[in-house]
């Protein structure tokens, strides 16, 4: 039995905080990372990593909003023949984590308590770094090995999405460093649809004439009862599927209240809402259970003529479902790798979107691993070091590992 066939790992563990620090205190909020790509790219070369094997897709000149860079994709090539394998993670954080100041506290890292901190996901971009830099520096075996970060995770997955798969070498499985618990292998990822409603009402005096007016308010607050009432709402259970909804925001055009006096009737409101399922088109019947309920409102609400509002619904997809094989061999290669590791493999579905999804999508499969991050999207996050530590072993291992 060779060295990394046990959990024999030569880890530089004060190496590899050194490194997460480092990513921590780099601002890179979604749409904004070309300073931590920068900063890894630098991690990179120093690591012996050649500049030309690091490079940058276009992927921000198809993503809808501004984009400073497109994802950063670097290869290294194998020292021994196998199929090519991917690591990835995602540059950008949630803008809660701006000016965020780590600091070290025993066995964790933490924030000042002013900001989120970004171990979601620095813990992935520093364990990507320490995993080329030991590969290299100790020589170790490995088939062809490409590094992903993707960019605008946070925003919407996408870097993932607008990515060309074609740029990546082939790889035949994915990494994705995305979570808690270095023993949380996630395996599937619900899908989730949006929506939006937009309602033009007739503004009158609230106090004079309120029957000429037609409230959009009031179609919007019907349309979310009648949500409601038919069980489209919140958890949503129907025979054996199931899912969940939500609306996120209620307001008026470009951020502003919908209305601003109270003596009239408000003449236009904007809904903003979501879907989710681990079957894309269950997501799909929730939002036609919205679209219903918003026209029956837009009926209910008229003006002394009969008159309705206008209402325009309008729905996109906004990341598939995906749920791995129990024998696909990228979980069957971190099953092993955990085993090797001492550490229980347990395997989760998760109620949120990840790269994951879209990089399946793209015919690559991939699991999720974690690396230390807990609390996340708060000012109290914090990143465990120990379970960072067990999440670069594992990624070493991961791509050590004998076929």
């Not at 308590?113 to 520093?126: H, S, Y």
């Not at 009862?225 to 969940?244: I, M, N």
């Amino acid at each position: 039995m060779d060295v990394m066939s046990t959990a024999n790992i030569p880890l530089d563990v004060e190496g590899a905080i050194d490194h997460l620090m480092n990513f921590l205190s780099v601002e890179g909020v979604t749409g904004e990372e070309a300073a931590i790509a920068a900063a890894v790219s630098e991690a990179l070369k120093k690591a012996g990593v050649p500049a030309s094997a690091i490079r940058f897709d276009d992927a921000n000149t198809r993503i809808p909003v501004p984009t400073q860079t497109g994802n950063l994709i670097v290869d290294l090539p194998g020292t021994k023949p196998g199929p090519r394998l991917m690591f990835s993670t995602h540059l950008d954080t949630v803008p809660l984590c701006a000016g965020a100041k780590p600091k070290r506290e025993g066995d964790r890292i933490v924030s000042d308590g002013t900001t989120a901190l970004g171990g979601d996901a620095r813990t992935g971009v520093a364990l990507l770094v320490v995993l080329a830099e030991t590969l290299i520096k100790h020589k170790l075996p490995h088939p062809p090995i490409t590094l992903l970060f993707t960019v605008r995770e946070e925003s919407g997955l996408h870097g993932a999405r607008e990515l060309n798969p074609a740029e990546l070498g082939g790889p035949v499985m994915c990494i994705n460093v995305d979570g808690q618990l270095a023993s949380e292998l996630i395996i599937g990822a619900v899908g989730q649809e949006n929506w939006e409603v937009e309602i033009k009402g007739k503004a009158s005096h609230a106090g004079v004439a309120p029957d000429k007016g037609i409230s959009a308010t009031l179609v919007g607050a019907l349309g979310l009862a009648e949500a409601k009432r038919t069980g489209w709402f919140g958890k949503v259970v129907k025979g054996d599927e199931f899912g969940t909804s939500n609306i996120g925001i209620f307001g008026g055009k470009n951020g502003k209240p919908a209305g601003d006096a109270t003596n009239v009737v408000t003449d236009y409101a904007f809904l903003k809402g979501e879907a989710r399922s681990p079957e894309l088109s269950f997501a799909t019947k929730i939002v036609d259970g919205y679209e219903a309920a918003f026209a029956k409102a837009k009926a209910e609400v008229t003006d002394h003529e009969g008159e309705t509002a206008e209402v325009t619904f309008r729905r996109a997809a906004a990341y598939p479902p995906f749920k791995l094989a129990d024998d696909a061999l990228v979980v069957k290669r971190a099953t092993k790798a955990l085993e090797l590791l001492g550490i229980k493999p347990t395997y989760l579905f998760s109620n949120g979107g990840l790269d994951a999804n879209w990089l399946d999508k793209a015919g690559i499969p991939t699991i999720t691993i974690g690396a230390g991050q807990a609390e996340i999207h708060t000012i109290k996050e914090y990143v465990k070091l120990d379970e960072y530590e067990k999440g670069c072993r594992l990624g070493i291992l991961m791509a050590t590992l004998e076929d």
